[in-house]
T-cell receptor, first 114, second 117 residues
Framework: DTGVSQNPRHKITKRGQNVTFRCDPI?????LYWYRQTLGQGPEFLTY????????KSRLLSDRFSAERPKGSFSTLEIQRTEQGDSAMYLC????????????FGQGTRLTVV | AQTVTQSQPEMSVQEAETVTLSCTYD???????LFWYKQPPSRQMILVIR??????QNATENRFSVNFQKAAKSFSLKISDSQLGDTAMYFC??????????????FGKGTKLSVIP
């Protein structure tokens, strides 16, 4: 087990293009979270999955953003019609159901919209 | 809504010395969890220490300890015998009690700690 894996690590895209990020959580973890971190800020919550069900979405998640976790394992985060304001680090975290357990974070995907 | 405030954007400490990072928060909840996370340069965030609000005893993890003042809504992190590997961004985070339907963490803006040889 190598922890939470995110791909790609870096993505540069032109404004208006669509991008998709992938997160592979720790294998036995059934909770998965997406956060966004902009420069000089702490991470901000975007969305949360328990197994394949998306149980919570932040108001930050505009209609250009969509996240899926089709089989309760890996997750994808897609941003359509990217804007310069979408430039940020996108962090994925996972944890194991069973009371309060530690959330393990991936190294993130750094998105730059030019 | 919960807010977390870290008033020290940057701090530095000499190796082997002790440093305290400050965190205050605002919530109307009575039961919750507080965390300190460490984010080294270009590496993933890792949990340093956590505190359950219903516990009066301050949490400790080796060289890391907290001073939890519930009434003052203060949650500071003390790092003793600072090491070069402690150089990182430190984030204070809040989570409502699980079962309230949310497992999201609310983070402060972070404190950049530099340990000087």
């Amino acid at each position: 087990d190598t922890g939470v894996s995110q791909n790609p690590r870096h993505k540069i895209t032109k404004r208006g293009q669509n991008v998709t990020f992938r997160c592979d959580p720790i294998s036995e973890h059934n909770r998965l979270y997406w956060y966004r971190q902009t420069l000089g800020q702490g991470p901000e919550f975007l969305t949360y999955f328990q197994n394949e069900a998306q149980l919570e979405k932040s108001r930050l998640l505009s209609d250009r953003f969509s996240a899926e976790r089709p089989k309760g394992s890996f997750s994808t985060l897609e941003i359509q019609r990217t804007e310069q304001g979408d430039s940020a680090m996108y962090l994925c975290a996972s944890s194991y159901r069973g009371g309060l357990t530690e959330a393990f974070f991936g190294q993130g995907t750094r998105l730059t919209v030019v | 809504a919960q807010t977390v405030t870290q008033s020290q954007p940057e701090m530095s400490v000499q190796e082997a010395e002790t440093v305290t990072l400050s965190c205050t928060y605002d919530t109307s909840e009575n039961n919750y969890y507080l965390f300190w996370y460490k984010q080294p340069p270009s590496r993933q965030m890792i949990l340093v220490i956590r505190q359950e609000a219903y516990k009066q005893q301050n949490a400790t993890e080796n060289r890391f300890s907290v001073n939890f003042q519930k009434a003052a809504k203060s949650f500071s992190l003390k790092i003793s015998d600072s090491q070069l590997g402690d150089t990182a961004m430190y984030f204070c985070a809040f989570m409502k009690l699980p079962g309230a339907g949310s497992y999201q963490l609310t983070f402060g803006k972070g404190t950049k700690l530099s340990v000087i040889p």
